[in-house]
DNA sequence: CTTGACCTTCCAGTAGCTGGAGGCCCTATC
DNA sequence: GATAGGGCCTCCAGCTACTGGAAGGTCAAG
């Protein structure tokens, strides 16, 4: 497979898969020609890496999940337990932006929102809680 | 004030402040030995960057606020509105966090984390849903 | 034989800082 | 007056995870 096939059965762009390669994510074989030519392996670990992507880890994350993945002696303890503290921080970064929006949610509230000068949100702004 | 003044007071790392001079937020005065010079304006001003930065307006968004905030005859509709369509990107991204942490706390949910190697997080991963 | 789609590499840029090197300035103490 | 320390200066590099674009090689169809 060339590079536009696996790119559309993985769903990720061209240029991400390159990407990968160049961090040693995935080390595709080269046909005569200088074309990367993708096995089912590689493309199986781009589906995988795309998923866990969208899933937010890191491409760390990703690539200790990649070892586990290959790696048929692992105890899913180990697997578990990257999950779990990303399952952590997606409930962190959920606490934040709620916090966010609670913040911005009452100022934009307690804004005419008119043609008037006074704005209670540049108010909060320059002057409300840290 | 020099640097470590307002980074004080404005509760932000002086190489920050030296970064919003460098993309035109601010533009503090020079003493006569090349020290920044800080007028009480320029400490409100990295007070309000620092408090929109932290409601997760972008540096852009941040230099549109700030513009608005010097305008004595804006219209409050013009914040409200930058306000309101940030409200929206928070509740996008907060939509978006929720799916992930349902559809990972549900794979770690059927983990054993054990240490045997079968393991529903990777086979997720590997062939779940896109 | 040419056209156009596809592939290659390499360079640069995105957001928003952050760390560090190398060096000047200022104050205090001996 | 010398020195020690802290704070300040600039400039360069790096972080994450790509993304865009230029310049050029390759391949199949007409």
């Known amino acids: 497979m060339n590079i536009g096939d696996v790119a559309a059965r993985a769903h990720l762009p061209a240029k991400t898969i390159r990407y990968y390669e160049e961090i040693g994510l995935i080390t595709p074989a080269r046909g005569q020609n200088g074309y ?13 890496i795309g998923r866990a992507r969208s899933l937010g880890f890191t491409i760390e994350e990703c690539r200790a999940l990649l070892a586990l993945y290959e790696d048929a002696t692992r105890a ?13 921080q997606i409930e962190a970064k959920i606490a934040e932006l709620q916090a966010m929006h609670k913040t911005l949610g009452d100022l934009v509230q307690a804004c ?15 002057s409300g809680p840290v």
């Open 112 to 126: 005419a929102g008119d043609q008037r000068p006074d704005c209670p949100i540049l108010k909060g702004l320059a």
């Open 36 to 48: 990367r030519a993708f096995s089912e392996t590689d493309l199986h670990k781009l589906v995988f």
């Open 76 to 88: 899913s303890a180990d697997v578990k337990r990257i999950a779990h503290d990303h399952l952590r």
